[in-house]
């Protein structure tokens, strides 16, 4: 008798425990859907203060008492944001105009600011739906990695793209037959520029020759027989 009044004793207390536990458990889902949820909300928010920034500062709302230098320098002194948290605040509002399906995604909520933040360094419209993609399904420290090799890809490519252009330029002179210098290049952006300055300011400080009217009547020995003809 004895022993069964202990059994049924230690199985209420083990009721009692797993309810507790259940109940505690219960407790603390609820209370992650609910960090869940306010998270949500403030990924939201967030956008709305990006979209409000980018409006400040398309309308050049900060300049308006002809101190502040920047909208960034504004968010510092007006909402105490640092400068450099700022300046990223200012570029990530501005680059999500021209990646809606990123920006949509951010307003619904599913997308933290700092992922957002990070997909802005290296999104454009070819590949938003596949960074997208990344970010809905990775945490942030994955889209960070993304972005990063990304972004090496992307100087590698550019690195590689310079390299050919270097091996392909290609400068070519001659006098046609009337004498004058006939040019041809292909240059890398940046060389070209420098040559089509010093071709603009070498043809500045070349006196233009003087034409007499005689000059102006003079037909090319050669061209004669034809323009009687």
Not at 69 to 74: D, E, I, L, P
């Amino acid at each position: 008798m004895m022993i069964s009044q202990d059994t049924h004793e230690a199985e209420r207390r083990k009721a009692e425990w797993n309810q507790a536990r259940f109940a505690e458990r219960k407790s603390l889902e609820d209370l992650g859907y609910q960090i869940i949820e306010l998270a949500g909300h403030l990924n939201a928010a967030n956008y709305r203060f990006l979209r409000l920034i980018a409006e400040w500062d398309r309308r050049k709302g900060w300049g308006g008492d002809g101190a502040t230098q920047s909208c960034a320098h504004w968010l510092n002194w007006k909402c105490g944001i640092d400068m450099g948290a700022a300046r990223e605040k200012v570029r990530t509002a501005n680059a999500l105009a021209n990646l809606p399906k990123i920006a949509a995604a951010m307003e619904r909520g599913e997308l933290s600011y700092a992922k957002v933040r990070a997909l802005t360094r290296v999104a454009c419209p070819n590949t938003e739906n596949t960074l997208l993609d990344y970010a809905i399904h990775g945490t942030a420290a994955h889209v960070e990695r993304i972005v990063r090799d990304f972004r090496r890809c992307k100087e590698a490519e550019e690195l590689s793209r310079d390299a050919q252009q270097q091996a392909n330029r290609k400068l070519t002179w001659f006098h046609d037959e009337d004498g004058m210098l006939v040019i041809k290049a292909r240059l890398p952006p940046e060389a070209g520029q420098i040559f089509i300055k010093a071709i603009e300011a070498a043809q500045e400080e070349i006196p233009a020759a003087e034409i007499s009217a005689e000059m102006m009547g003079w037909t090319p020995p050669g061209l004669r027989h034809h323009c009687a003809n």
